[in-house]
């Protein structure tokens, strides 16, 4: 399978360099990245280390099997019409927050699948990408249900050792990402913390409230999620990424936008009574990029 890797920044990097190990992978980012890639290669360091040879270039390639999307979602529009001139069989989103998938559909002729990835990276250097945690990438049909293109991705991505569930439930999966995501990022960004410090104390309520208002809304909205499992879901990420330094937390130290209208901000935007916790962090996480001209 040819895989088009578009973001290679740390996650993107980190599966294209796994999927290369078995499949012919094209890495789409930024110089100095694509040049050191395309010069030495891949060096993949932490959990596995290996050296991977995908290609590396800053345009799209005319045709590939599946286009891997890792961008910010604040860039999934500009990931779409530049997917729109390559011939593809299918798309999967492993990006944050809510409505990547759409924006995909409505410039794409193919299959748009949705996913979740919980694999730890860190773009460490240009050319080295740091595996900081094993995870699970799920994916499916973006509405549920079977879908033929989700199981030859999932083949695909068990060929080179990836970890990866197909699931017929994806709303439903991706409503449980955005619950867990917005319980964290948005706070360990605006506190400067490792995720470990939401695991008790003032920390650990905040993200349960958060957690609890996500799950609210997204009854509303026809998921069936519960306060409980939302804030389970929130606690076991907490705990098992404790040492890790959230996405939102990375980019508000290198002083790039953040993902907050995608996060906390999606669940503000739909909700149908007051939401106080996600509408403080939205409003925090904005005022910050105001400050700093990331807005």
Known sequence: MHVVVFGAGSLGSLLGGLLARAHEVTLVGRDPHVKAVRRDGLDVVGVEEFRAEPAADTAVPATADLALVAVKSGDTGDAARALADCELAACLSVQNGMGNEATLAAELDCPVLAGTCSYGARLDAPGTVAFTGRGEVVLGARDGGPSTAADEVGEAFDAAGIEATVATDMPTRLWE????????????????????????????????????????????????????????????????????????LQDVETGRPTEIDAINGYVVERAAEPVPVNETLTRLVRLWERGRDAR
Do not use: H, Q, W, Y
């Open 177 to 248: 990402k955005l619950a867990v995501n917005a319980a964290i990022n948005a706070a360990t960004a605006l506190a400067r913390v490792e995720n470990g410090a939401l695991a008790d104390g003032p920390g650990r309520e905040l993200a349960a409230d958060a957690a609890r208002e996500t799950a609210r809304v997204a009854r509303e909205r026809g998921v069936a999620l519960t306060d409980e499992r939302a804030v389970s879901l929130t606690e076991r990420v907490v705990r098992d990424t404790a040492a890790n330094r959230s996405s939102m």
